[in-house]
């Protein structure tokens, strides 16, 4: 088959990667890359090296604030609603071009949110949403208000203060009040509607271009680690366990106790955490400087196992455990049945 033969200038090649991808079968036919330094054709023999280069150009530029096409929020990017690059097609040619460079042997493209992963291969993603992820600072304090209210009275005083910006817009039922006990539910409407609905269409759009050569169903069983991989570049700055623990060490040593259940608890927490063995992370746990907050599960103090809020990284330490074994115990449990995630597997 014919190959394509694309030649261009470094500083074009957002465009003429855009034109390139537009061609038809252009995901079928040999690529060749020649760059050119004002109009004079860099002699050299392509190897590959330039292919790579041109879609490592290419990544870098999609982001970039002046076509308004990705935020970055920690170490990940999230597509953003365009409307103009939604109806030039950009996030399928995105898409399409994240396919033709692993079959060139290029790189990947940048580190992709967990669960834009999983929306796109049409896996459960609700439980990967969290706070850490949205940049709207007046969204995060509304919901940190929401989340840290007590009374109902408090709960109908911040919505009242937003009503109109938030509860109005999130799609949340009309007429249907916020109650304690659907806080969880609240909080979890409102991280759906900032982060996949006001996304759907460029998502959909990426998820589109990725199906290029029928990539998707190739890999829609694929462990996610090893798609992660495959599709992300991997930062430096991604939590790890350490730091997971470092942060809950430092929350928990300010706690002010009350009772002696609540004395020994925070005793034992810290004891568990220094004796925890530490692994370095999975690279999946997003970065952020979101504060991790921990209290003691006073609203029931007979429970055993810790219980944690993942939305807003806050954990409860339970108040239940007569001893230091069984803390420990409770402690092992949660972590063994928690990295099963929401699917009831490994994630």
């Known amino acids: 088959m014919e190959k394509i033969i694309v030649q261009v200038d470094r500083d074009s090649v957002f465009s003429s990667a855009v034109k390139y991808l537009q061609g038809p079968d252009s995901e079928k036919r040999p690529l060749e890359v020649r760059f050119q330094v004002d ?120 919505i009242g203060e937003d009503q109109e910006r938030f509860m109005e817009n999130c799609g949340w039922s009309n007429g249907e009040m916020v109650t304690l006990d659907k806080v969880g539910k609240y909080i ?86 220094e004796d925890l063995t530490v692994h370095h992370g999975d690279g999946h746990y997003p970065y952020s400087d979101y504060p991790i907050e921990v209290n003691f599960n006073r609203a029931d103090r007979s429970a055993k196992l810790p219980e944690a809020s993942t939305c807003v990284f806050k954990l409860f330490i339970p108040l239940g455990n007569e001893s230091k074994l069984k803390f420990y115990s409770s402690f092992n449990a949660a972590l063994v049945h928690g990295r099963l995630g929401f699917a009831g597997r490994d994630n």
């Open 188 to 273: 979890q409407v409102l991280l759906i509607w900032e982060l996949v609905s006001k996304r759907k269409e460029s998502l959909d759009q990426i998820k589109l271009g990725l199906n290029t050569l029928h990539f998707l169903e190739h890999v829609r069983d694929m462990d996610w680690g090893e798609l992660e991989k495959i599709l992300c570049v991997h930062d430096s700055q991604e939590r790890t366990a350490k730091y997971v623990r470092q942060e809950i060490s430092k929350a928990t040593s300010s706690l002010e106790c009350c009772a002696i259940d609540e004395h020994n608890a925070k005793k034992y927490t810290l004891s568990c955490l």
């Open 39 to 158: 109009e004079h054709v860099e002699d050299t023999v392509n190897l590959g090296g330039p292919n790579k280069e041109f879609f490592t150009l290419f990544f870098k530029a999609v982001i970039k604030k002046e076509h308004d096409m990705f935020e970055r929020v920690g170490p990940y990017v999230l597509p953003v609603g365009n409307r103009g690059a939604i109806d030039k097609e950009l996030f399928t040619i995105l898409g399409k071009a994240i396919v033709v460079s692993l079959c060139c042997g290029g790189p990947p493209f940048l580190k992709l949110a967990p669960y834009i992963l999983s929306y796109i291969r049409g896996h459960e993603y609700l439980h990967q949403l969290d706070l850490s992820l949205v940049n709207n600072s007046y969204l995060r304090e509304y919901i940190q208000k929401i989340e840290r209210a007590t009374t109902q009275e408090e709960i109908d005083q911040v």
